[in-house]
Structures are given as C-alpha cells and as structure tokens.
C-alpha cells in the first residue's frame, strides 16, 4: 500500500508515482476518480508514463502496441501475453491510496 498526497492534474493526465522502489502509473479520470497501473509494461517493460495511452476501456503501450484492459489489465490485443498490474485507489481526501 502506499499513500501520496493528492497529485494537482487535469483529467487525462499522468503522474509517475515512485515510492519504495516501485513504479506507478496514476491517470486522473476528474470527479476524484484515478486509474492506476504499474508503471513498466509486462511485455518489454517499456515505461508506460511515456508510452501508455488511455483509449476507452484500454491503457495501450506504444512501444509494441499492446492493448491492456483498465479493469483487470488482461491483455486484449498485441504482443504481451502477461497482464498489467492494477491497482485500487481511494482518493482519502488530502491523500491517495494506492493498493
Ligand atoms: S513493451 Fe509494451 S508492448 Fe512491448
């Protein structure tokens, strides 16, 4: 679990969280509600903060075009046969909680 203090972002944008060793990708949805995803892309562990793209119901890596689901992070087209680590967040006021 780690606990950050809120981000300031628009929606759509990404933060790269970094904390204890680990990588994090946060995308603010607005309306206090935020994806978030590790950070590196299971399948060449591309850095998703430079190369993942929100498109509907799919974080997609631009490296080697993987589609990963934002719900389960199954992958669901392309190259990467491993999913996507997602995480829960609770937006706790002040702080987020990412678990
Ligand atoms: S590293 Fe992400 S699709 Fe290849």
């Known amino acids: 679990m780690i606990r950050i203090r809120k981000p300031e972002v628009k929606v ?3 933060v790269k969280v970094v904390e204890g060793g680990q990588e994090i990708l946060l995308i603010y949805l607005g309306a206090g509600r935020y ?3 590790d950070n590196k ?10 190369y993942g ?5 799919e974080l ?5 075009f993987s589609h990963f689901s934002v ?3 199954r992958p669901r087209k392309g190259p990467a046969k491993e999913p996507l680590k997602v995480y829960s967040v ?5 702080y987020l909680i990412i678990s």
């Open 35 to 37: 994806l978030a995803f």
């Open 71 to 73: 719900k389960d992070g």
């Open 41 to 50: 892309c299971p399948h060449l562990k591309c850095d998703l903060y430079k």
């Open 90 to 94: 609770k937006d706790d006021g002040e």
């Open 53 to 57: 793209v929100l498109i509907r119901e």
């Open 12 to 14: 759509g944008e990404k």
């Open 60 to 64: 997609v890596c631009q490296c080697h």
